[in-house]
């Protein structure tokens, strides 16, 4: 799970994303294509146009970029009303110049596009309907009002009115679609941003609990024979000194401060374990691993591996089970997972591990509502929760404050480990086999009739080969001086 407090980035904090320098440096190469069209139509073309007030116009810009450079530093990041205020001066700039040079005839006027894509890409929905309407605005004044191109000898370029009706038309479809389309996608990348900063925060967090299993894992495996001594020292002590009732209760106090030590290192060991022994683990373990911290949430939380009941006896575990690795990013995944299917069941989460001599197959399942049938195609997407009419209020997952994101944490960390998701809902997923335990209750016999997602991995990606032997634990290394 995320933590809650983590902050992700909002259209606040990337409100001051976009560098002034950026837009000088763009508004520099406009300057210059201004300069090369105008003196190109002027010289070669021999079109007549207003040149004198369409080279104060373009020097209007150059002086506002010499004066930003001026002013500003290198690393000035502009906030958003300054952006928008930016733009709309280069947007303006470009309509009057277009205005002394034919207005909508002259082919340039594609580039009134420009400042409505950098608003929607970087600056927001807000921002981006003003330059919108600033564009409109600006389109249906060179419809009307405008200096038309004339040839050496006179000739008035006029355009059928038709044309001029086209041009307007397309230009004020092509700002709308333009602006819609790159907010849609800047929208998506952002969303995608933060998934994938959640992500990494989530497994990093992952990764620390296994780090720190590790070391209280060497902790207790170095410390295990020094306190085995000093508590049978101890005994032996307290029992000599029956007739030195002072030095007696100090071997005691020693005795109880050894126990103490090791309860110590044995519940600090729960947090995780990064053991030669540990790193692989069979796939039992594994899963209840994972489900562990939401096995006591008040769902039922039944677990089935080749088709019988879990048996938390480790003597009776299935023995040909495969040997799978314990990577942060497969307990992770599973567990966010387990942790769904808990916040919407009615009462019952069901997990099926099966296998092959290709494939390991988990199946998690339960009996809520599932999943809404026109968003499946969508589960794994950052942001997509919505279960079938299921309420969102605090009360359905009174324990975790999520931030949408579980489902594609889990998706995203357990494709790092070579596996394959599939979502579905119980009437149309490919059922598990029923549980042969031979007393089972009615609940264990059952199928997920909610959501149900299946984890697929390729066996040699995620398994242990057969017959490989583990090494023994041995002495931990240590760093010489």
């Given at each position: 799970m995320v933590d809650a407090n983590a902050k992700l980035l909002d259209s606040r904090s990337r409100a001051g994303w976009l560098r002034l320098r950026t837009l000088v440096n763009l508004r520099w190469l406009a300057i210059i294509g201004q300069l090369v069209a105008v003196f190109f139509a002027s010289y070669v073309l021999e079109i007549s146009l207003q040149l004198e007030l369409g080279l104060l116009v373009i020097a209007l810009s150059a002086?506002?970029?010499?004066?930003?450079?001026?002013?500003?530093?290198?690393?000035?990041?502009?906030?958003?009303?300054?952006?928008?205020?930016?733009?709309?001066?280069?947007?303006?700039?470009?309509?009057?110049?277009?205005?002394?040079?034919?207005?909508?005839?002259?082919?340039?006027?594609?580039?009134?596009?420009?400042?409505?894509?950098?608003a929607a890409t970087a600056l927001g929905t807000r921002p981006t309907a003003i330059l919108v309407l600033a564009a409109t605005g600006v389109i249906l004044l060179l419809g009307s009002f405008y200096y038309p191109l004339r040839l050496a000898d006179g000739t008035?370029?006029?355009?059928?009115?038709?044309?001029?009706s086209g041009n307007i038309a397309a230009l004020l479809i092509a700002v709308g679609f333009v602006a819609l389309y790159a907010r849609r996608v800047s929208r998506e990348s952002e969303a995608m941003s933060d998934a994938?900063?959640?992500?990494?925060?989530?497994?990093?967090?992952?990764?620390?609990?296994?780090?720190?299993?590790?070391?209280?894992?060497?902790?207790?495996?170095?410390?295990?024979?020094?306190?085995?001594?000093?508590?049978?020292?101890?005994?032996?002590?307290?029992?000599?000194?029956?007739?030195?009732?002072?030095?007696?209760?100090?071997?005691?106090?020693?005795?109880?401060?050894?126990?103490?030590?090791?309860?110590?290192?044995r519940d600090m060991g729960r947090s995780g374990k990064d053991d030669a022994l540990l790193r692989h683990a069979p796939v039992l373990t594994l899963v209840q691993e994972a489900a562990s911290p939401h096995r006591n949430r008040g769902k039922a939380v039944i677990l089935r591996i080749d088709g019988r009941?879990?048996?938390?006896?480790?003597?009776?575990?299935?023995?040909?089970?495969?040997?799978?690795?314990?990577?942060?990013?497969t307990i992770h995944g599973l567990r966010n997972l387990?942790?769904?299917?808990?916040?919407?069941?009615?009462?019952t989460v069901w997990i099926d591990i099966d296998w092959d001599a290709r494939s390991l197959k988990i199946r998690i399942g339960d009996d809520g509502q599932g999943y809404p049938p026109d968003l499946i195609g969508?589960?794994?997407?950052?942001?997509?929760?919505?279960?079938?009419?299921?309420?969102?209020?605090?009360?359905?997952?009174?324990?975790?404050?999520?931030?949408?994101?579980?489902?594609?944490?889990?998706?995203?960390?357990?494709?790092?480990?070579?596996?394959?998701?599939?979502?579905?809902n119980g009437s149309t997923s490919r059922n598990p086999r029923p549980a042969r335990n031979p007393r089972p209750g009615v609940a264990a016999l059952a199928r997920p009739g909610g959501a149900i997602v299946e984890v697929v991995w390729p066996l040699e990606r995620i398994a242990q080969p057969r017959g490989q032997a583990q090494m023994p634990l041995g002495a931990n290394p240590r760093n010489e001086a």
């Open positions: 002086a506002f970029n010499i004066s930003s450079i001026l002013i500003t530093s290198e690393t000035t990041r502009l906030s958003k009303p300054a952006a928008v205020w930016i733009l709309l001066f280069d947007l303006g700039q470009l309509g009057v110049l277009l205005g002394l040079c034919g207005g909508l005839t002259n082919p340039f006027a594609a580039l009134l596009l420009a400042p409505v894509v950098i008035v370029l006029t355009p059928p009115p038709l044309l001029v994938l900063v959640a992500t990494q925060m989530a497994l990093a967090r992952e990764q620390r609990l296994t780090a720190l299993g590790g070391v209280v894992a060497a902790a207790a495996h170095e410390l295990g024979t020094p306190l085995a001594t000093i508590k049978l020292v101890s005994s032996e002590l307290f029992d000599e000194l029956e007739n030195h009732p002072e030095l007696r209760d100090d071997a005691a106090l020693i005795r109880e401060q050894a126990d103490r030590c090791r309860d110590i290192l009941l879990e048996n938390h006896d480790p003597a009776h575990q299935t023995p040909d089970q495969p040997i799978v690795r314990r990577d942060p990013e387990v942790q769904n299917a808990v916040d919407f069941a009615a009462q969508r589960i794994g997407d950052p942001f997509v929760r919505r279960r079938a009419s299921a309420p969102q209020s605090s009360a359905q997952r009174p324990e975790y404050e999520g931030m949408g994101l579980g489902l594609f944490i889990a998706k995203t960390l357990l494709e790092r480990t070579g596996a394959r998701l599939t979502f579905a």
